[in-house]
């Protein structure tokens, strides 16, 4: 694999964000736990940044890629997409 189709597939960046935004989410519930009487503004910042990371979330699980779809190089050299080794390998089984 190239450096480009690593990082892809261990997708770095986004679990870097996401390491993050558990960080800030912790730490501002600390924070809101810690208020004797929590606002209005208080509360709507914390349920901001609770929504922003299931936004966030949903588009990290629907996205990335599709491993079905691409090519993959055989040890002699050939190249075969995924999905036509599973039809090879359920005519194996019959």
């Known amino acids: 694999m190239e450096l480009a189709e690593l990082i892809d597939a261990y997708r770095i960046f986004p679990r870097l964000f996401f390491g993050v935004y558990l960080f800030l989410l912790v730490y501002s519930g600390i924070w809101a736990m810690a208020l004797p009487v ?3 503004t208080q509360a709507g910042l914390f349920g901001g940044i609770l929504t922003a990371g299931a936004v966030w979330w949903k ?9 079905n779809e691409y090519e993959r190089i ?5 190249t075969s997409k995924l999905s036509d080794y599973h039809i090879v390998k359920e005519n194996i089984k019959r």
């Open 59 to 67: 588009f990290y699980v629907d996205t990335g890629r599709n491993w």
């Open 38 to 40: 929590i606002s209005t």
């Open 74 to 78: 055989n040890i002699n050299g050939s």
